[in-house]
């Protein structure tokens, strides 16, 4: 093997010293139909087929090509990128075990720990340097922030949902280094980063407010270079609706009630929260009257206090009132003495 070592196999072979496996299997096959005595009629020439051979040999061999690569200063030049940054005083150190493997190339043994000795001084350096700079810049990962819309009714009781971040984390292949064996790595592109979709589940708690931020912890970017993961904050915005809302720690109701049940007043169920709450009209309460039932809202940031329930009345006719109903009506109507739009006038003047 030794003189094979200083031999250019990849000029034998016709091929870059970059060339993948596939292009030197390629570039193997190619050479044995030239040359092959018993294929390449006029042209066969044996010793250069037997030289292709073993340069193959030697280079379809990942072990042997790299020793190959070490020796010839290829594998420096694959790896140029993190090879720049190693300092001098290492390099030079390389260079001497690759010349003592050069001297040993008749000795497989010392041959093999002189190119471990390069190896190892060499990836030593990277590692250490890499360390040092890793101490000298952990970069912890952003927060992400993600509004999130749910409804009073889940705002009062509690709710969980299914949330999809995208967050960045370093790659798992290179980690974070951007170059495997001097290229770039294939799973990042050479970014060293890599966009990673996740499923959390995450739990509203009850009682939460407008605008509140729910904080899932370690769920945001990860960190690089030992820097913290950023958390996830979900911005929580609640949706009013016809006749739920929230306001701080107040639940505000509109509750339709009847002309009768206005007049005479009454109990009526309110669905607010999981179980529902019984409200007593008063007889005659008019429509835009609010009814405040204490301590049934939210609680406050610190559990300390809570909030109320605000009703507001809205005196509501029925959609179809028969014609029975409506002579009803037409009796009251008679019947009434009473001035309700006097005060009006007055205020008029
Ligand atoms: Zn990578």
Redesign the pocket.
Known sequence: MANYYNKDLYKILEVNFNATDEEIKAAYKRLVLKYHPDVAGVNANESKFKEVQEAYEILKNKDFRKKYDILHGFFAEKIKKEYETINQSKKNKYEEFIKQAKANANNSESFSKSINDALENLFHAQKTSRNRQEQKVPVNGENINLDMTISCFEAINGTSRKVNILHTQ???????????NGS???????????SMQKKINVKIPKGITQGAKVRVKKEGNKGINGGKDGDLFLIINIEKNKYYDIEGMNIICTLPITPFEAVLGAEIPLYIMKETINVKIPPMTSSGQKLRITGQGLYNKSKTKKGDIIINISIQLPENLTEKEKDLYKRLQTMSADDIRKNMRDAAK
């Open positions: 370093p790659c798992p292949n290179c980690e974070g280094r951007k170059f495997i770039n790595c294939s799973m990042c592109n050479g970014t060293g980063q890599l």
